[in-house]
């Protein structure tokens, strides 16, 4: 996870070093890739700081951040930070967290994306860190309530249906019951709202209402391979062409999957960064043994020790019994093919979690997380 800082005068920039080395003793591991910077408060004699300045600017340097990074603070004025993000903007289910401090570390504000993001989480670390007051605006939170939104991250699930999360929300807040369906068991009646969580989703059936949130387990693993240095630009051109190809949507993507010597790999750490993918890479002597059948290449055999490794490693990902559901295309040192987890009823499902990146583990022994 990317997190990135940036502070406007010197006791803002105090209190980012002391956030950093915060985050590189005690934060959580999904919080160890962190940059920060400072923005013009500071006389030209004091550059030898180890905090570079953001030389393309406070616009520019957010632009970036709100593609790149998952966590963005600001310390200063919130204003400053409002005006920021304003222009970059998207959509609550995608948008980084984003966070205010004031420059004597008194209050941190989660400003954006609370849930989805985290920023509410990483308020309270750094409230912890520096004894600040998190300030905390989101609803269900200020009143102890069910959160559907934070309920489908914290379970690796997709919002199929966005517009509930509203209705959802509004009954929790009110103190009335919600109602949790799942594999296909629908709510009674028409006057609760519910979350069905892990069913056949099919858009139209007839028991689902309006109100009826529906979430469902990211089911698809994308497993790419490239030449090293490969562009994040044309990585991302060939991601966006096999979701397309395979008729699914991003949000039904559990990981981005590679072979083991492509952990450090620039493009691909990014990609999986600016896509909220878990990144899961596998040794080649794990990819050899993913049985099936799959386009081999005598050339990738003899760089990698492995004939494919975009099938594989996707079919990797999601198990034996998982189907390849868009098999390898190449596109100029880009390969890349999508598989699915199998359709069973009871079954584990969620490919979101199962190892970690760098690590490679036989497909009967991913971890999985625990079905809701």
């Not at 030898?48 to 600017?57: N, Q, S, V």
């Not at 990014?270 to 386009?295: C, I, N, Q, W, Y």
Request: with cysteine.
């Amino acid at each position: 996870m990317r997190i990135k800082m940036i502070s406007f005068t010197a006791a803002g920039l105090a209190l980012e070093k002391r956030l950093m080395k915060a985050l590189s003793e005690n934060g959580p591991k999904e919080w160890k890739l962190f940059a920060a910077t400072r923005y013009r408060h500071l006389q030209p004699t004091q550059q030898e700081e180890e905090i570079p300045f953001a030389e393309e600017g406070l616009s520019g340097w957010t632009e970036q951040a709100m593609a790149n990074a998952q966590i963005l603070l600001f310390i200063g004025a919130t204003g400053i930070a409002v005006r920021a993000i304003a222009p970059f903007v998207r959509d609550k289910l995608k948008d980084p967290a984003v966070l205010v401090m004031d420059e004597r570390g008194q209050y941190v504000i989660s400003l954006l994306s609370g849930h989805v993001g985290g920023a509410n989480a990483f308020a309270g670390f750094i409230a912890g860190v520096c004894g600040a007051l998190p300030v905390i605006t989101t609803a269900t939170d200020i009143n102890g309530a069910f959160s559907a939104d934070l309920f489908a991250k914290e379970h690796h699930l997709q919002i199929t249906n966005r517009s509930a999360i509203a209705a959802v929300s509004t009954r929790a807040i009110e103190g009335k019951p919600v109602r949790l369906c799942i594999e296909g068991f629908p709510p009674a009646g028409d006057a609760d709202v519910a979350v069905v969580s892990h069913g056949t989703y099919e858009k139209g059936g007839a028991f689902f209402t309006p109100d009826t949130l529906v979430l469902c387990p990211k089911r698809y693993a994308v497993g790419m391979g490239c030449k090293r240095g490969m562009d994040l630009a044309h990585l991302e051109e060939v991601f966006r062409e096999v979701l397309s190809l395979a008729g699914i949507q991003e949000a039904e993507v559990g990981a981005l999957c590679s072979i083991d010597v492509k952990m450090d790999e620039p493009g691909l750490l990014e990609l999986s960064e600016r896509h909220r993918l878990p990144f899961l890479t596998f040794s080649a002597e794990v990819l050899r043994t993913v049985p099936g059948s799959f386009s081999a290449s005598g050339f990738v055999q003899s760089q990698v020790g492995v004939d494919n490794v975009c099938e594989r490693s996707a079919m990797a990902a999601v198990g034996a019994d998982g189907t390849l559901v868009l098999p390898k295309i190449a596109r100029s040192g880009v390969t890349a093919a999508v598989a699915q987890v199998a359709k069973q009823p009871g079954r584990k499902t969620d490919i979101s979690s199962r190892g970690m990146s760098g690590k490679s583990t036989p497909p009967g022994c991913i971890s999985e997380q625990e079905q809701i």
